[in-house]
């Protein structure tokens, strides 16, 4: 269990870091990080990587992610969530489902988004968040990003709330959509609620929630680190060149051009780049 993955389902109100925290004090192992912070208020799926594992923590994070959420219409914030101090708010607004599946739509056919200004985006060497802390209005500039999906319905007998269900890169920001869709309708809006339901191969259900019964847990649930890169294409490679590659040494290889999970007698031994048919090592899993 020393080098593996772990899946936890993170409450609202602790911070992606409390939950690191958390698991490093239950298993007594000090390199404990996780592929792709949630903010505090959401809840879901946090994936996090435990030993070497953590060298892996960019591939894991690169993932294509999966979101259900609430967007409240009627007010827009500093943070683009729930948490901030009003911005812009609207009253006797009145806006059709359709109106709202046309924002929607729009918002979701953008190739990029301008992240909120309480995020960790730098901007200068600072980031943007200690910049609006500080009194400043950080200039942030539109990210690429890629929305696969975007699905928005009425809540029932709540006419300011819209439940949304998001596909997206890494890297996308469920506030910005939120906010997004509120400008495009014509009506201020922020994101009331949001979980975290998949990253890549990872489902929420599968995750185990902190507690007290978390090292038996942990025990019992963890996964091999290999999970963290299956996307990738795999080589194989026997004793010898693998010792060389343990080294640090180039290798001759047909692999495609890529990024590839490096294999030895099915053991996970790094990630590599393939350029002019050399098997150039990028991370190494020495013991």
Known sequence: MTDCILLIDKPPGPTSHDIVHQVRRAIGEGRVGHAGTLDPPASGLLVVLVGRATRLARFAAALRKSYEGVIRFGRETTTDDATGETTLAADGWKLAADDVRRAAEIVKSRPTQVPPAISAKKIGGRRAYRIARGGETPELK??????????????????????????????????????????????????????????????????????????????????????????????????????RFAQGQKLKTGAAPSPVAVFAASELIGIADVEDGLLKPDVVLAA
Do not use: F, K, N, Q
Not at 146 to 175: K, N, Q, W
């Open 142 to 243: 539109p990210v690429a990003v890629a929305i696969e999906r975007l699905l928005v319905t009425p809540v029932p007998e709540r006419p300011t709330d819209y439940r949304i269900t998001v596909d997206c890169s890494s890297g996308t920001y469920i506030r910005s959509i939120a906010r997004d869709v509120g400008r495009e309708a014509g009506v201020p809006a922020h994101l009331l609620e949001l979980r975290r339901i998949r990253i890549g191969p990872w489902d929420v259900a599968a995750a185990i929630a902190p507690g007290p019964d978390l090292p038996e847990m942990i025990a019992a649930r963890w996964r091999p680190m290999r999970e963290a890169v299956a996307h990738l294409p795999r080589v194989e490679l026997h004793a010898e060149d693998a010792r």
